[in-house]
């Protein structure tokens, strides 16, 4: 697991929906975790 704390000026995170990558806006306050494989 992979926690992340976003740089609220600096959209840095995609994901993938498909074959296109799409651009998360970080929200204010706000943070990531990265659960990854664990959801397989």
Not at 9 to 38: C, E, M, S, Y
């Amino acid at each position: 697991m992979t926690m992340l704390l976003p740089d609220d000026q600096v959209a840095g995170l995609q994901v993938r929906k498909f074959d296109n990558w799409i651009t998360v806006n970080p929200a204010r306050h706000g943070f990531i975790v990265n659960i990854g494989d664990q959801i397989q």
